[in-house]
């Protein structure tokens, strides 16, 4: 029992020490991160729902719906960003961590988008 309060207080320590640093709460971090992982998984189900047809445990191409896609995707990227976005707003971070932020950001959502341009290619050949 004794580690386990001292695992509790080394976490209440550290939210405490990030609040006091970047003045943002790292409980509404955890609760904007793991309550945006429903909707970010969602929007995965919608782009791949926008190229394939599953009918009968069989697994089908069908015509790219662009619609569906865009939905989709930004459906994924919103939840993606949210939790971050929330630390860019109401943090106090130094300027280099959010140029370095925004500059990872920005290159993992062109990977993002490059992978899914190959994969609907792919599939829809």
Request: proline fraction near 3%.
């Amino acid at each position: 029992m004794d580690f386990v309060n001292q695992i509790i207080k080394l976490v209440m320590d550290f939210a405490a020490k990030s609040e006091a640093t970047y003045h943002v709460n790292p409980w509404i971090f955890c609760v904007l991160f793991f309550g945006s992982a429903l909707p970010l998984y969602y929007g995965y189900y919608r782009i791949g729902r926008s190229v394939i047809k599953i009918e009968e445990g069989k697994i089908t191409r069908k015509h790219l719906n662009k619609k569906e896609l865009k939905i989709g995707v930004m459906i994924s990227s919103a939840a993606w960003i949210l939790p971050y976005s929330y630390v860019l707003i109401f943090g106090k971070l130094p300027m280099d961590i959010i140029l370095i932020f925004i500059a990872i950001v920005f290159v993992l959502g062109l990977f993002f988008v490059k992978t899914l341009i190959s994969k609907i290619s792919t599939i829809i050949k």
